[in-house]
């Protein structure tokens, strides 16, 4: 049973590009989390969606960042014109709709902006 | 608005010395605790977990937490630690209220001097 599936795993981008994160759950589940990890700092959370519905946005910024999670394929982090600070791991969980309390965690997507 | 704090950003521990990782939540209801586990340039791990049942919770690699109601405290123990514990340790709390959502703490760096 593979695990939450992120892709890519590095990626460089030079300040103006846009970046597309990607973000494949676990099998069987069906929510989605997104986390923000910047150098020396905790996990910071961004959104929460289930297929189709954003439950929960309140950590996302609100210009250049949008998240999704269609009902087939990976959920998509997408962040327009990006910029320095935009560096950073961004992590992605997942979790199944039952309150069985885990989330399981991809490696994470190192975004590097130049 | 729920809060995780973890106390501690940094502890240095010598090896096979005991430690103890403090981790504070908020909450006026019951809540469902977590300690994650983080490598360095890798996802999050679960720890251990506390939904219900006994409050001394026994996770992998022999670490063991003590929910207390009353402190609102859930802090993490090992008796002995080794080289490999040397990582990044994160507290979480996901109150049922909510949904499924899930509150991280900043992390406590753990490293363990030979």
């Known amino acids: 049973n593979a695990g939450v599936m992120q892709n890519p795993r590095h990626l460089v981008r030079r300040r103006g590009q846009e970046a597309r994160l990607r973000c494949s759950p676990m099998?069987?589940?069906?929510?989605v989390y997104w986390y923000r990890q910047l150098p020396e700092e905790g996990l910071k959370f961004m959104v929460y969606?289930?297929?189709?519905?954003?439950?929960?946005e309140s950590g996302m910024p609100k210009e250049r960042f949008s998240a999704e999670f269609p009902k087939e394929g990976p959920s998509i982090l997408r962040i327009q014109q990006v910029v320095r600070g935009d560096s950073a791991a961004y992590f992605c969980?997942?979790?199944?709709?039952?309150?069985?309390?885990?989330?399981?965690f991809g490696e994470g997507s190192r975004l590097t902006v130049l | 608005a729920q809060s995780v704090t973890q106390l501690d950003s940094q502890v240095p521990v010598f090896e096979e010395a005991p430690v103890e990782l403090r981790c504070n939540y908020s909450?006026?209801?019951?809540?469902?605790l977590f300690w994650y586990v983080q490598y360095p340039n890798q996802g999050l791990q679960l720890l251990l977990k506390?939904?219900?049942?006994?409050?001394l919770v026994k996770g992998i690699n022999g670490f063991e937490a003590e929910f207390n109601k009353s402190q609102t405290s859930f802090h993490l123990r090992k008796p002995s630690v080794h080289i490999s514990d040397t990582a990044e340790y994160f507290c979480?709390?996901?109150?049922?209220?909510?949904?499924?959502?899930?509150?991280f703490g900043t992390g406590t760096s753990l490293t363990v001097i030979p």
């Open positions: 979480a709390v996901s109150p049922p209220s909510t949904g499924n959502q899930f509150y």
């Open positions: 969606l289930q297929k189709e519905n954003i439950i929960d």
């Open positions: 506390y939904l219900s049942g006994s409050t």
């Open positions: 909450s006026s209801v019951s809540v469902y």
């Open positions: 969980a997942s979790a199944t709709s039952g309150r069985t309390g885990e989330l399981f």
């Open positions: 099998k069987g589940h069906s929510h």
